[in-house]
């Protein structure tokens, strides 16, 4: 649909409304991700150091070794958190060369709707980085359960 000049004049009320929520729902989902590698981190180290406590006391041998592979899981899981592909941004350069000779209401739709883009390509990234994080977290679980009876069971 095509729009006159009066009547994308008309609606640039609408279209800066519509460019802000789309930019700061992509500073929400930015800091979403943050959080998730955060999050990755702590288990990447709790895994770490709950592995080589086991690995320094007596334990049960085949509990023990299954508490292991929870833990590598665990491990794995959480390093390919970081290895999902990278946030996505608008580039500046980019944006300059565009937009810079487009009236305000057109630049103000092109925006939105990179925006619309970026977000839904990030949104994948994201989904992608909870499942890898969620694993991270049930193994991690699955190998402190092992462990406590691994260490609790007379060997």
Same mark, same amino acid.
């Given at each position: 649909m095509t729009m006159t000049p009066a009547e994308l004049a008309a609606q640039e009320p609408t279209l800066e409304l519509l460019n802000n929520e789309a930019a700061s729902r992509l500073a929400r989902q930015s800091d979403s991700l943050a959080k998730i590698d955060t999050k990755a981190v702590f288990l990447i180290g709790f895994a770490a150091t709950a592995a080589q406590f086991l690995a320094t006391h007596k334990h049960h041998d085949l509990l023990a070794y299954c508490a292991f592979a *929870? &833990? *590598? =899981?665990s491990l794995l899981a959480g390093v390919q958190t970081f290895w999902v592909a990278e &946030? %996505?941004?608008? @580039?500046p350069r980019? +944006? =300059? =060369?565009? &937009?810079?000779? +487009?009236? %305000? @209401? +057109?630049?103000?739709?092109?925006?939105? #709707? #990179?925006r619309a883009s970026l977000f839904e390509e990030n949104q994948r990234r994201h989904q992608k980085r909870a499942r890898c994080w969620t694993a991270s977290l049930w193994s991690l679980i699955v190998g402190l359960g092992l462990s406590t009876v691994a260490l609790l069971l007379p060997t």
């Open positions: *929870a &833990y *590598a =899981v &946030y %996505k941004d608008l @580039e980019p +944006l =300059v =060369v565009n &937009y810079a000779r +487009l009236t %305000k @209401e +057109l630049a103000l739709i092109r925006l939105a #709707s #990179s």
